[in-house]
């Protein structure tokens, strides 16, 4: 593969469709200038199915509330913060219809695009001098951020989403930490679930860290389960559009094979966007395994991902 | 309810316990302890039923990009900002599994709550010294921000939303300013588009505003066509849950009939969250008057509102 | 006093010049809508004299480096942060006067107004409905911050300043943890450094802890040594503008006789700045007893205090 | 010129003590190592002389007001902004010494490095591959900001600071949009001050525009009068250790001789720090034309610059 993405960065072409150790990755197949990546694979026909196919109407957050205190302190990033820009007590001298005072009250969000619950736009990870399909680092600038592949090409998400819960499969509460989750794992969840996971899927994937983090604030962020080449190249190969996880990375820690080396599978080999901290306890308790998932990422231009709000639909 | 309404807000405060008008407010309906308003009228039944709805499948983003330069300047509010935290550049040294250099980008964001297209949480406007449901204003300190009715409560969103395009319905592009949209107007539309609004309901209200102004920057944002006291009692009474448009405030301006007078009825008396800047031009391009809307606000502890890229699939 | 505070909030009127207990406050001293307070004592004579007895022409800045790692986090304030906003990486295209690219660097910095090393604005407490000298409190608002007192006021200061080396005068490197200074401490400092403070006069008093911390980052914010209610009387004895000292909150931690003890002696009833997190260590190895002290507070409209950089010249 | 910097830059060596067009740059004549620059010819008998020589003790601040409304908006920045972080009303239940409530107010403050009154670091601008003194500009990452020449460095002034009036020189208020001051009129401006500008003097050098756009906010910010390269070669071959002007960027807009001509000759080739927006109409009103100048820049870590409150005693 080296030597292949090497001679995709020194021509921005493409690359071939395989690769001896698996199937290969995403760039060219919607174009040389695709920003889009796997999310070309929910077709129309694909959310009218997942949204047909719904059964209880429950709707779920996968949010983590969003304060200093509740967001998961990785790699070193500012904590969110919230202040108010005007307080109700501001505001009396304001004559509403019915004599009395009205006023109202805001507030200013200072917030890492990468803390909480959050989704990696194309842009957030690269290899050699490329991003997803080739784009070019230099696309990039700290005054500008992405000229390629940010959030805006990928912030809006609407698909039918399956959830893997690994340690359930196993008959675990959670997975033990630095579990690196195989691709056998996740065909035993598919089997026990009974489903099987189709091109255009949303791959929510538990592994009840998030969970265990919420019982004990003490928790310890590394290490932590998550999947890993193995695993990756399963999702690949199953034409996903997107994977989530209930810990820091989706990715293993510490990363299997070289640093952020699912990041750079999935992401820029693919194109899979990946969402990082969704809170998927209440999903597995109904044992709502099929949902219609919708992100909607803020579409801040320039942005490499943005926190989230991911909705899941029963 | 009107024994109810005035046992809620006589211990507190004030407000009449009925009008002339039509329907009173919503305060004890969903009992004196509710945060979450006209929301609880979207039941399983309401969201199951826009799902299996769907024609077309399409995936609309209702959301403005955000950027200083391309959300609009109203309210004196500061500008969002993007900040790059770690910019690829930075990362000579780390080799990934395939022996290039690998790494990540990443940013900060900070970003006024209701500037672009964003969400009103039930606390961002009060009347006398309530909040929704008389939760009183001094639940809301400068420090911690809402202690009741944060957008926590209200910032997750799937029902169905029909679009009234109320310029189309009478042979014009887009609203004169300052033009007060009545019930008439939005009766008219509902004719014209063959549906009716229904309990639990969004509804999006076009004006045009926002297509003018991505055409000619130096649009005045003041004034602006909204919706005036009229046509807010006609989505009360029609026990809407959420009231979206592509204008600044929802309502006209300047207010009719007082300070932020729209805002007052329909968040304060009633707990129907309003939604700003919402970008309905595809939808209306499309004829998309039916889809399901969900809407994921980022959980901010505290907050009174927040940035969000509402969803609609037709 | 409680009686006399009353009647001066009640009247926004002065306070009288005598209370049973000592010197009393600075209401009214000099005028009813100063907001400069103590500061007023410092005269062109008193500059003069400082910068001509000056000895060494050696240069100190009393000010911690500023970064996240490096603030002492009291308080539960968030850190201070910087973010590079153009990178000299951003710019490759633009070619100078001698045939080489030129270009800059920018940065934004989001800075807590009373993190590091800063001063107190005189409105930064407050006592029943009043700032100093009677201000309502209700001239501050959540929106625009201060209207009396702001840091604007008392941000520019110029003054002669006396170290008083409080562990040394006991033989010691640093105070126990929790020890209230005393006035006779104090008045030891001045025997065994042969000074009087005078009127005008800035007071550096140093506790050692910042070296502590220094040394261990683990070192507790809590407790800490400072100085108590007699010490406060003290220094208002001797009409000094401002007070700084080396650890959190120039007073003693737990606070002696109530909360926020000395900072509502000082800032409220006498208009004394005070000045927080001072890195005395230099100007105490060098013996540097007397020095000009400038501290240039950033003049933010409506701050409540500022991150400063003080220079003391010996 | 271009020859000895690219020589310098391939081999991060030193500059040679001249050059065929005038006196040559500082790089080396501290060191290798040095990232203060000409701050260095602050020695501590300028210090003292400068203080001894004070003849009114009046104390000058050389700021703007911080704010939004208030900040020259030029080079497309973010506005400053202020945020309260909690306010007095927040605190109703801690009780006092004295039997009343008290309580504190402090806030959050978002500044760019370089807007209104604000201070250079010497990693601010760069020419080729190389900051001041051959420091490479690879030592700056957008995540940690400067490695090398950060405003910590430089932030801490004490000098003589010597005020050269240019208009009134001429006989105006203010000079020209776009005039550029040369050597002549700054020598014409010593003369009919009675000055000399001496070896490690600060040159403040007034222009008049930020009185006139105090008086007219709508004054452009393009042109503006400043220096050219001319009058930038005399402050260097004065041994200046910075100048300061009440213009946005020193030097000339349109820069003369390419772009940022000035800032790449005093900060890049002599280690001369550049002070913008500096308020000057008092000093000059006052024809306070020798004064002791402190700069107290914050020592933000990897930071470009820093906003400042400069000050003047006379």
Redesign the interface.
């Known amino acids: 593969?080296?030597a292949i993405?090497?001679l995709a960065t020194r021509t921005r072409s493409i690359l071939p469709t395989m690769q001896a150790d698996g199937p290969s990755g995403n760039w060219g197949r919607w174009g040389p200038d695709d920003e889009r990546g796997a999310l070309n694979l929910?077709?129309?026909?694909?959310?009218?199915e997942a949204?047909?196919g719904?059964r209880?109407?429950?709707?779920y957050?996968l949010?983590?509330?969003?304060?200093?205190s509740?967001t998961p302190a990785v790699w070193d990033?500012?904590?969110?913060?919230?202040?108010?820009?005007?307080?109700?007590?501001?505001q009396v001298e304001?004559?509403?219809?019915?004599g009395?005072?009205?006023?109202?009250?805001?507030?200013?969000?200072?917030?890492?695009?990468?803390a909480g619950t959050h989704i990696d736009a194309l842009?957030?990870?690269?290899?050699?001098d490329s991003f997803y399909n080739g784009h070019p680092?230099d696309s990039?600038?700290?005054?500008?951020?992405?000229g390629k592949c940010s959030i805006?090409r990928t912030?809006?998400v609407?698909t039918r989403a399956v959830l893997l819960d690994v340690p359930a499969a196993s008959g675990l509460e959670s997975l033990p930490a630095g579990h690196v989750i195989t691709a056998a794992e996740l065909d035993a969840c598919c089997e026990r679930e009974g489903l099987d996971v189709r091109p255009g899927d949303a791959v929510l994937i538990r592994t009840g860290w998030l969970e265990v983090l919420a019982g004990d604030a003490s928790t310890p962020s590394f290490p932590q389960a998550g999947i890993g080449?193995e695993a990756a190249s399963w999702l690949q190969a199953h034409d996903v559009c997107l994977v989530a996880a209930d810990n820091s990375a989706v990715e293993v820690l510490p990363f299997e094979?070289?640093?952020?080396?699912v990041?750079?599978?999935l992401i820029?080999h693919s194109g899979i966007a990946l969402l990082e901290h969704a809170w998927l306890a209440e999903l597995a308790a109904d044992r709502c395994y099929v949902s219609?998932l919708?992100?909607?990422?803020?579409?801040?231009?320039?942005?490499?991902?943005?926190?989230?709000?991911?909705?899941a639909?029963g």
């Open positions: 593969m080296a993405v090497s929910v077709t129309a026909e694909v959310v009218l949204a047909r719904l209880t109407g429950k709707v957050s949010a983590l509330p969003i304060s200093r509740r990033r500012p904590p969110p913060e919230r202040f108010t820009r005007t307080a109700p007590q501001d304001r004559e509403g219809t019915h009395h005072r009205v006023g109202s009250a805001d507030d200013m969000l200072v917030l890492p695009s990468h842009c957030h990870v690269f290899e050699g680092v990039f600038t700290t005054r500008r951020g992405a805006v912030g809006t609407a080449l094979g070289g640093e952020l080396a990041h750079v599978q820029v219609l919708v992100v909607g990422a803020l579409p801040v231009v320039g942005a490499t991902g943005s926190p989230v709000n991911p909705i639909i």
